[in-house]
Nanobody
Framework: QVQLVESGGGLVQPGGSLRLSCSAS????????MDWYRQASGKERELVAS???????NYEDSVKGRFTISRDNGMNTVYLQMNSLKPEDTAVYYC??????????WGRGTQVTVSS
């Protein structure tokens, strides 16, 4: 079992930057992959970025070149650096872990609002 806590959300103007953090605790040595998802009001949750234990990354097309996912201390902390933010990036951002035996865990999310 893994527990995830997101932080770093807030209100930012268009064109600004934020860095989200996801802190994992518990059986973190069994995490194979960490994802950042987001869910805007009235929309389905969507995968934004992912990083594997080997360091391979993947991004949703609309954030390529603007967002960067990274990890620290194995998979204990995962970051999402978000630059050139747009109003359409406004959403609740969630961290998700995938364990070696297939179990997934979710954090409670952090709100990101991009508005002038």
């Amino acid at each position: 079992q893994v527990q995830l806590v997101e932080s770093g959300g807030g209100l930012v103007q268009p064109g600004g930057s934020l860095r989200l953090s996801c802190s994992a605790s518990g059986r973190t040595s069994n995490i194979l992959r960490m994802d950042w998802y987001r869910q805007a009001s009235g929309k389905e949750r969507e995968l934004v970025a992912s990083i594997t234990i080997s360091g391979r990354t993947n991004y949703e097309d609309s954030v390529k070149g603007r967002f960067t996912i990274s990890r620290d201390n194995g998979m204990n902390t995962v970051y999402l650096q978000m630059n050139s933010l747009k109003p359409e990036d406004t959403a609740v951002y969630y961290c998700r872990s995938e364990m070696s035996w297939g179990q997934n865990s979710w954090g409670r999310g952090t709100q990101v609002t991009v508005s002038s």
